[in-house]
């Protein structure tokens, strides 16, 4: 089949807007490409057919083409990694705005490495950090690091052991699992596909926020920053752990929608 004709194949059973992501990232031809190489005919028509059967199945856009899009970047997902949101760049703003440019900074519960990779892509010269447990999780991570020739330091360890990892940080940054246990069940379909160690953060959905309060602020540096995206319903709970932690400057920020998305804050001077 042509180009054009796997196109339409595929927007038979499909939304427009679907069949030109898949071609866009599976042959690389976006519509400006379609219409000049449309009577053109691939190498391979398989791996094409393989993501339109995957996400007429129900699997997520993303994991079906292996691709996903945050910040103007492209990472490669699958099975095993959360899926990037929107939402998160929230978190990464709110860092990049604060930095300088040189300072040392972790990121938490990286998963496909989006916030670690943006930051190392502006800020070069900085040490940016990267920790994830799970072996799927970190394959993409190193996966996409690597692809994106940045030096963000990979640590493979779960951060309830705060001692993977040793020194100061000027900047704590994550968007760690934050959905509470019972709720997991009731997500929408697509969202089933994802780990669930990638969305449970325990019995009220904040086991994370308590370790990262209660193990990881200590390893801020004076006048350091910690930056937490959060749940929309978190917000107060969240503030009164990094309070306990003697983290002042506390405020929320909200998303797009209006909803609030990052909790953060500064460690005395
Ligand atoms: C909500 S996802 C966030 C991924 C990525 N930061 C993003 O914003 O797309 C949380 C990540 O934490 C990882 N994770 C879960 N438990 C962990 C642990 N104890 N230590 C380190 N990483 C963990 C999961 O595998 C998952 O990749």
Partial sequence: MTYFELYSYAKKYLTEY???????????????????????????????????EKRLSGMPLQYATGKAYFMGREYFVGEGVLIPRDDTEVAV????????????????????G??????????????????????????????????????????????????????????????PPYIRTDIIPDLQ???????????????????????????????????????LEIGEEQAKRVSELLKMQEITQICVVKDIQNLDRVVLGTVKK
């Avoid at 219409?35 to 691939?42: C, E, F, L, S, T």
């Avoid at 596909?193 to 200590?218: H, Q, V």
């Fill in 189 to 227: 379909s697509e969202v089933q596909y994802e780990p669930t160690t990638a969305l449970d953060g325990g019995n009220d959905g904040l086991d994370f926020y308590r370790c990262i309060a209660e193990k990881w602020i200590k390893k801020l540096k004076k006048g350091g920053k910690i930056i």
């Fill in 18 to 52: 679907e069949a030109m992501c898949i071609m866009e990232d599976i042959f690389g031809i976006d519509r400006l490409k379609l219409a000049i190489h449309g009577n053109d005919v691939p190498e391979s028509e398989i791996e094409f057919m393989t993501a339109v």
């Fill in 93 to 112: 703003n709110e860092c990049i705005n604060s930095m300088k440019g040189t300072e040392r900074v972790i990121d938490l519960c990286s998963g496909s």
């Fill in 114 to 175: 989006i916030i670690a990779v943006t930051l190392a892509k502006e800020f070069p010269q900085a040490e940016i950090y990267a920790v994830e447990l799970e072996n799927k999780a970190y394959e993409y991570l190193e996966k996409n690091v690597e692809y994106h020739s940045t030096d963000v330091r990979l640590i493979h360890d779960n951060i309830f052991n705060e001692n993977c990892v040793d020194g100061e940080f000027d900047i704590i940054i994550s968007n």
